[in-house]
């Protein structure tokens, strides 16, 4: 098994904190990184379904954020998981999801 670094784990000690702001905000989006292979940053949240997809109940889905696995890149997932949620409470007060955005 293969030990974490100290700049490692000093990213998921960050990672975590934010995580844990969006919690205590009441705030639907997570940051995480599905892959522990790859590190790769994603907003994890209940998402409607896209244009191009059968209707149905809304689904958890991963989005891929471009952003490093670095603590700038955190501080900025962290940004784009609060505009996220703005963008699920709009939708869930009748608003069209844009997925574009």
């Given at each position: ?76 997932a962290e940004r784009l998981a609060i505009a996220l949620n703005q963008d699920i409470i709009d939708w869930r007060n009748g608003r069209s999801f844009d997925w574009d955005?």
């Amino acid at each position: 098994m293969v030990r974490s670094t100290w700049h490692e784990l000093a990213l998921e000690t960050q990672l975590e904190t934010v995580n844990n702001r969006l919690k205590e905000a009441k705030r639907r989006v997570r940051v995480v990184i599905p892959s522990k292979r790859h590190r790769t940053l994603h907003l994890r949240a209940t998402l409607p379904a896209q244009r191009n997809e059968v209707q149905g109940p809304p689904k958890r889905r991963y989005i891929k954020l471009s952003v490093g696995y670095t603590a700038q890149g955190i501080e900025e997932a962290e940004r784009l998981a609060i505009a996220l949620n703005q963008d699920i409470i709009d939708w869930r007060n009748g608003r069209s999801f844009d997925w574009d955005r």
